[in-house]
């Protein structure tokens, strides 16, 4: 499967969303760093809690404000989203590449935007300074992205990397703790 064909289809932001919703995503937009922002978001998500485009706004406002941790829960609430709706398993860890077969019949461009939340939520691992985890999501990516249509191998580099590097300081500290 080419996970960059997905022509035809409708992105989750062509999905309508109600009026009220709108103006509030557009005030937000208008008073992007100031408190009334986060307000703004906060109020569509709760009208519209499964609403994709009011998910992605919310976690490019929490990513930009370097909430990390705040994005990460976000990402991770739009990947289970997504698997809902593509009748494919909540948990990434037990994604399949026939997951995703069946899950590209729904629908090509929701699967790839799962994938590409997985891939996000690993960087905010990484960013959140948690590498094993980050590796965990990427290596799951690239079992079942063989091709690297995602371009995940750089990612997966790096997090192997921060992971060896914690793995040795660790044992630095083991070492310097028994010394003691």
């Known amino acids: 499967m080419d996970l960059l064909d997905f022509s035809g289809e409708d992105m989750y932001f062509d999905e309508p969303v109600s009026p009220e919703v709108e103006a509030l995503l557009a005030d937000a937009a208008c008073r ?22 009011v998910l992605v706004a919310l976690y490019r ?23 809902e709706r593509l009748g494919i398993t909540a948990l990434w860890s037990e994604l399949t590449e026939e997951d995703l077969g069946r899950s590209v019949q729904v629908s090509m461009s929701l699967t790839r935007f799962l994938l590409l939340a997985l891939k996000g939520a690993g960087y905010l691992l990484m960013r959140l300074s948690r590498p094993a985890e980050a590796l965990e999501r990427f290596e799951k990516l690239a079992e079942i992205d063989t091709s690297d249509r ?17 793995q040795i ?9 028994l010394g003691r």
Not at 150 to 166: F, H, K, Q, Y
Not at 169 to 177: E, I, L, S
């Open 61 to 83: 406002y929490f990513y930009y404000q370097h909430r990390y941790q705040d994005s990460l829960i976000t990402a991770d609430r739009a990947i289970a989203l997504s698997a």
């Open 150 to 166: 995602l371009g995940i191998n750089e990612l997966l580099t790096m997090a192997r990397s921060a992971v060896a590097e914690a």
């Open 32 to 53: 992007y760093g100031e408190p009334g922002a986060e307000l703004s978001l906060l109020h569509a998500y709760f009208l519209e809690p499964q609403h994709l485009t």
């Open 169 to 177: 300081a660790g044992a630095g500290d083991n070492v310097r703790f």
